[in-house]
């Protein structure tokens, strides 16, 4: 044995006095306080091997080891077939790495000098947890009854450790041992606490019997723990044996300065070979229950809380569950998180992730969905609100390939959170951004008997109603042929299928919240468009392009889904066999559901369990087109009268739609064969993506419109506006501060979905932004460089900027260009709303000699607008129609404004001019102008409808041909029109052009209205300009509450 002699007083480093929490010891650092600015762990290792980082074999190499230093290296590398490799163990005997007689030991490094305050304890009370205040543990636990006891020894900072004499009731920070001039390690001859004439020191590993690396036991940034439990180092011992021997390294350790440690780690080992089984870490007995976060047996817990499991060491993360590695969450054979009444449990499909890459024994489980929260307190179903976490018996191993052999469960109730969301989708909503307090996205239900989430509460002899109890129980589909019907129909039974409370009502969630979305997902929130349909890319067909998680309906594939249309009433398309001699003006196989038809009911109500786990479809299917085809059974629910008179006992019978717009065209029951399946025209998942601006966030909020759950975030450097592209193929942002246009890739089967894929730098300060109805130009309003830049479709890039008579640009509509309709001018107008209230015409092009319209702004309208709020085209003109909501309401004789601070919403359109393309001459291409063309005030509402200032409207979409492909012109159009539901205010319907949405009601967003409420939606006749009553419950007329209503938005916004 090679003995090294005892130093004397002339030690390289004595230490007498207490190091501050802001002092450091002058001996070499372990890995050198300059890496980097952070405080991190880099290293574990009991001197027989590394503990931490974890090692495995590169992905694709079967001899190259890399150590996963972060989580990024455990996705890229680990797999079921590629394992970490197993931790080291120690020897049975008190020996050193040399083989040499000595004491075991364990050693973490750090990136930064400890602040050894933040690590040891100075109070003669710390001996009961080994000198260690709780930022390191050493402790050894019995895996099976979950028992831990703090192993016995002495902890060390650069070979300092708090012990001898009290000083003011506190021990001294000494310095036992340093690496002198050679690196070797050794005692310091000058503490002898207990007068024996031996170093206090002697004994930790390297001052007697030197072995390779000892030095590195000591430095400012490294912490050591020998094992001790007579207070001498010089008589050597192991670890307890039997035991799992764990170092836990928490946030609570410090770097000197105050830095606190980014990643915790964790890292086990056993004396002698590793047989001892992971476990699902449990509290001790007699509880012992497993241990999670949120803790078992808690309650009113937020619903968003991650859910993070612990084991007893570190676990292989395959054998837990599925990593993130872009596939759908899936179940799990080890773990379950389940909700739910026990006669229809729901177990959610979740990925799995270490906390931190140097901490493989607790994991976060990312859930596929959000758990439901608590509902209120009179509602029936609470058992919604209880979680079960269960861990499964045989099924996780750890690092050396052992079982567990035992189960472990949790439970813990959520509290009042953002609940379960099954809201009706398009075409029977408007979609309200509420601004204030707490933002947040409402749904305005056009439907009135559909089977979402709400109040299940009804009169069950229908002989009274109340406002707020559900109409779903008297869907005549419901309450006369539930039981016949495919799907079957019921009435709910609590909030997760509660239902309707009635056309022009707020829809709620499960909590009977009638905020939809609210924080924490949201920060704020501004414009919304809706994009394509969920269901080409979330449904219930066979996997792999359907259900992943192995209970696909055959029957639902994208194969049997075929829609073939034919015209039903003047405004509406209905499903063909309807009438299978006229011949289709449509016949698509395997699109998306269209925007033109509502699910039947709209929405199905919530199953459980689900459709289909992954991805999770919660929804039923809509009515089969099996109950089409029973002639036994038919669709009753048409329409009819949508209010009743509910307070003399008569209740609704019908939809609010004057022409049928929802159809019994969903899949047929799952069948083993082809040959059970019929061809069908819509189904789950319903609904479309909902794009909303969270500018707090700098981030467009990708939703599910109908479940409101968050399907992707994208991030943008200060999103303002947007525009839905015409044909559903890429989606505008403007990014005021930065002068940019964002176009994001909107197209579910691009490579490139939900990605930018061109910046193009406009004008100063731009806002609003619309998009060309035929797919020419996206027109951008630089409000701060008084200017407009236009750019191509074909290109996504500025083509032109025009400055002509605009001031403060901030707004624009666009219509459709005039080509067999209209005047037929052969272009399209665009009105850009200026600040100063005046709207400014641009005209189209072609603009060359032989051309026929200027490109450029040619003039002012004889209005003006005081205060202006929004503008937005007229969806039932189709000649260039428009509507502002402004201040002042116009003279219906003078068209001058009236007083300022009085509400107003004010049509106008081209009501004369040449119909049909006027040539441009030389002498006029340099003199844009109106040539022959005027425009007029169709009406100006006021005060006298209007309860405050409107600031945003939208329409219904119950009656459109979306379903029909859109509008478009061969010289002009960029590209192929989209087949269904584009966004163009135009389709071609047999020979003729007609509106695509031709909306019965206006709606209007008055957030601060002079009297009454906090907020309010106006409903207004489109025909007749009269304000509508929404609540037949109240006398007078009534408007629909909605604090804080700012934004509104419906599938045509522009």
């Given amino acids: 044995m090679n003995r090294l002699p005892l130093a004397s007083g002339l030690l390289v480093v004595a230490l007498a006095t207490v190091v501050s929490c802001g002092g450091s010891s002058s001996s070499k650092s372990g890995s050198g306080a300059s890496a980097g600015t952070q405080m991190r762990l880099t290293e574990v290792s009991n001197g027989f091997g590394r503990m931490l980082p974890h090692t495995a074999l590169r992905a694709g190499s079967s001899t190259e080891i890399i150590d996963l230093n972060t989580i990024d290296d455990i996705l890229a590398n680990v797999t079921s077939t590629n394992p970490i490799l197993p931790s080291p163990t120690f020897e049975t005997s008190a020996i050193l790495p040399s083989g040499d007689p000595g004491n075991h030991f364990i050693t973490a490094r750090f990136t930064r000098p400890i602040d050894p305050l933040s690590v040891l304890d100075p109070n003669p009370s710390g001996g009961g947890s080994n000198g260690l205040v709780g930022a390191i543990t050493v402790v050894a636990t019995d895996p099976l009854s979950g028992q831990a006891v703090a192993v016995p020894g002495r902890a060390f900072i650069d070979g300092m450790t708090f012990a001898g004499p009290l000083v003011n009731g506190q021990f001294e920070l000494q310095h036992w041992v340093a690496a002198d001039e050679d690196g070797n390690l050794v005692a310091n001859t000058a503490i002898d606490n207990d007068l024996n004439g031996v170093a206090d020191g002697l004994g930790f590993p390297g001052t007697v019997d030197a072995f390779s690396g000892a030095a590195r036991l000591v430095g400012s940034s490294v912490f050591t723990f020998v094992v001790d439990s007579d207070d001498n180092l010089a008589t050597y011992e192991t670890f307890p044996a039997g035991m799992q021997i764990r170092i836990d390294i928490n946030e609570g350790v410090l770097a000197v300065g105050g830095r606190r440690l980014v990643d915790r780690g964790l890292a086990c080992t056993t004396v002698g070979p590793d047989t001892i089984a992971p476990q699902p870490r449990r509290t001790p007995p007699p509880q012992s229950r497993f241990i999670t976060s949120p803790a078992g047996g808690s309650s009113g817990i937020d619903p968003m809380t991650p859910i993070v499991v612990e084991f007893t060491e570190p676990i292989q993360p395959t054998t837990v569950g599925e990593l993130p590695l872009g596939r759908p969450p899936q179940l799990s054979a080890a773990l379950s998180v389940a909700f739910g009444p026990s006669t229809s449990r729901v177990d959610v499909p979740f990925n799995v992730l270490p906390v931190s890459p140097f901490d493989l024994s607790r994991y976060e489980l990312q859930l596929a969905f959000d758990l439901p929260g608590d509902g209120p307190d009179d509602a029936p179903c609470g058992v919604f609100n209880l979680v079960d976490i269960t861990a499964s018996a045989g099924q996780f191993q750890d690092l050396n390939g052992n079982l567990n052999t035992l189960n472990g469960t949790a439970s813990y109730s959520t509290g009042e959170g953002p609940g379960l969301v099954n809201a009706p989708v398009t075409p029977d909503t408007v979609y309200v951004a509420r601004t204030g307090a707490e933002p947040g996205i409402s749904v305005i239900d056009l439907n009135g008997f559909g089977g979402g989430t709400g109040n299940p509460v009804y009169d069950p002899t229908f002989q009274t109603f109340q406002r707020g109890w559900t109409y779903f129980p008297l869907n005549p589909n419901v309450l006369l042929q539930g039981a016949t019907v495919f799907p079957p129909l019921g009435p709910g039974s609590c909030t997760v299928n509660g239902g309707s409370a009635g056309v022009f009502t707020l829809s709620k969630d499960s909590s009977l919240n009638d905020k939809l979305v609210r924080s924490p997902l949201i920060l704020s929130i501004g414009d919304m468009a809706l994009g394509q349909s969920l269901d080409t890319t979330f449904n219930n067909g066979p996997a792999p392009f359907g259900c992943q998680s192995g209970t696909g309906n055959l029957c639902a594939q994208d194969g049997f889904k075929n829609i073939v249309i034919i015209l039903g009433g003047p405004t509406t398309i209905i499903p063909q066999p309807l009438i299978p001699n006229n011949a289709p003006i449509q016949n698509v196989t395997g699109t998306a559901n269209i925007a033109s038809w509502a699910p039947s009911p709209n929405p199905p109500p919530l199953l459980f369990p689900p ?7 919660a929804g039923q299917e809509p009515t089969s087109i099996e109950s089409f085809n029973n002639a036994a059974v038919q669709n009753q629910l048409a329409p009819g009268d949508a209010f009743g008179n509910p307070l003399q006992g008569v209740p609704p019978s019908g939809l609010l739609t004057s022409e049928q717009n929802s159809f019994w065209f969903g899949p047929s029951r799952p069948s083993q064969t082809p040959a059970g399946c019929a061809t069908y025209m819509l189904r789950q998942q319903v609904g479309q993506y909902l794009y909303m601006i969270d500018r707090g966030a700098r981030e467009v909020v990708v939703f599910n419109s109908n479940r409101m759950s968050v399907v992707d975030r994208i991030q943008l450097p200060d999103p303002t506006e947007l525009a839905m592209g015409t044909n559903l193929d890429f989606l505008a942002v403007t990014n005021q501060s930065v002068d940019t ?26 806002r609003g932004i619309a998009w060309d109805s035929a797919n020419e130009d996206i027109l951008v309003c630089n409000e701060g460089g008084n200017s407009m830049s236009i750019i191509s479709a074909n290109t996504l890039q ?39 209230g005046k709207v400014a015409v641009f005209e189209s092009g072609p603009n060359s000699v032989n051309g026929w319209g200027y490109d450029d702004v040619i003039g002012i309208m004889p209005f003006t607008f005081q205060n202006p709020q929004t503008i937005q085209p007229d969806h039932r003109s189709l000649n260039s129609g428009l509507w502002i909501a402004h201040e002042g309401a116009l003279d219906s004789i003078t068209n001058q404004p009236g007083a300022a601070g009085t509400p107003a919403l004010t049509q106008l359109e081209i009501t004369s001019g040449v119909v049909g393309p006027i040539a441009l001459g030389a002498q006029s291409l340099l003199i844009p102008n109106f040539r022959d063309m005027a425009y007029s005030v169709r009406v100006s509402l006021g005060s006298e409808t209007l309860s405050g200032i409107p600031v945003d409207i939208a ?23 989209q087949v269904v539901n584009g966004k163009s205010l135009a389709r071609t319907v047999g020979n003729a052009v007609r509106a695509s949405n031709t909306p019965t009601f206006i709606f209007v967003a008055v957030p601060n209205p002079q009297q009454g409420s906090e907020g309010l939606v106006h409903v207004i006749d489109a025909s007749g300009y009269s304000l509508v009553d929404t609540n037949p419950f109240s006398p007078g007329t009534q408007s629909i509450e909605v604090t804080g209503a700012t934004v509104l938005m419906d599938y045509f916004r522009q």
């Fill in 611 to 617: 459709l289909c786990a992954s991805p999770f479809i």
């Fill in 741 to 766: 246009v964002s176009f994001i890739d909107v197209d579910p089967g691009s490579s490139t979905f939900h990605q930018v894929i061109v910046e193009t730098v406009v004008g100063d300060a731009p």
């Fill in 798 to 836: 500025v083509r032109k900027t025009v400055s002509s008579q605009l001031n403060q640009p901030f707004a624009i509509a666009m219509t459709p260009r005039q080509i067999g309709f209209g005047f037929q001018r052969f272009v399209y107008f665009a009105y850009v709303l200026n600040r100063n």
């Fill in 955 to 977: 329409f219904d979409n119950l009656r459109n041909f979306s379903g029909l492909t859109n509008y478009y012109t061969n010289d002009f159009s960029a590209g192929f029109p």
